[in-house]
T-cell receptor, first 114, second 113 residues
Framework: DSGVTQTPKHLITATGQRVTLRCSPR?????VYWYQQSLDQGLQFLIQ???????AKGNILERFSAQQFPDLHSELNLSSLELGDSALYFC?????????????FGQGTRLTVV | GENVEQHPSTLSVQEGDSAVIKCTYS??????FPWYKQELGKRPQLIID?????GEKKDQRIAVTLNKTAKHFSLHITETQPEDSAVYFC????????????FGKGTKLTVNP
């Protein structure tokens, strides 16, 4: 167990809908990363938050948004869902925003858009 | 931005043989290079990492080498075992700026008994 908790584990929804994925980082970790892993694809960086503020942005679609709350948990909101958004979404956390620290991954949320 | 290329995409070896996975990166400012192992249906987990002030690092059967001039780094697994079968991801990141980890597309390693 990495200490990073993601909910829900599985999510099935229809095209055009909106979903929210939740991540609770390890105790003491201030930085949260979101990644998307599609079938046969690598880990695509979406966005990073550090202590409540957006720190880095990757290939995140405009239909997607995220935030980190004062208690440091983070939510990834996906709207106007398309079939191609079906993927495994990972959250990771690390102690600080600096890149040379280990990132611990949650178990992921598998999103299926039908 | 940073781009990480990883090769090969699949690798099959016999138990006991060595396996080598190579990655190249584009941004010379990158200074941290972790390797993650992802078993089927599980989350990625860090297995070894190297920083730019070090050329090689070893941990039991796993070693990573870094060539900053050529901008490439490699993972070496010796005496492979069936439990080494997984997808391995390399990554690179830059401290003091974007601080995001950019991953390669992964290598599916199969160790045949």
């Amino acid at each position: 167990d990495s200490g990073v908790t993601q909910t829900p584990k599985h999510l099935i929804t229809a095209t055009g809908q909106r979903v929210t994925l939740r991540c609770s980082p390890r105790s003491g970790d201030l930085s949260v990363y979101w990644y998307q892993q599609s079938l046969d694809q690598g880990l695509q960086f979406l966005i990073q938050y550090y202590n409540g503020e957006e720190r880095a942005k990757g290939n995140i679609l405009e239909r997607f948004s995220a935030q980190q709350f004062p208690d440091l948990h983070s939510e990834l909101n996906l709207s106007s869902l398309e079939l191609g958004d079906s993927a495994l979404y990972f959250c990771a956390s690390s102690v600080q925003a600096g890149s040379d620290t280990e990132a611990f991954f949650g178990q992921g949320t598998r999103l299926t858009v039908v | 931005g940073e781009n990480v290329e990883q090769h090969p995409s699949t690798l099959s070896v016999q138990e006991g043989d060595s396996a080598v996975i190579k990655c190249t990166y584009s941004d010379s400012a990158s200074n941290y290079f972790p390797w993650y192992k992802q078993e089927l249906g599980k989350r990625p987990q860090l297995i070894i990492d190297i920083r730019s002030n070090v050329g090689e690092k070893k941990d039991q059967r796993i070693a990573v080498t870094l060539n900053k001039t050529a901008k490439h780094f490699s993972l070496h697994i010796t005496e492979t075992q069936p439990e080494d079968s997984a997808v391995y991801f390399c990554a690179a990141s830059i401290a003091g700026g974007s601080e995001k980890l950019v991953f390669g597309k992964g290598t599916k390693l199969t160790v045949n008994p």
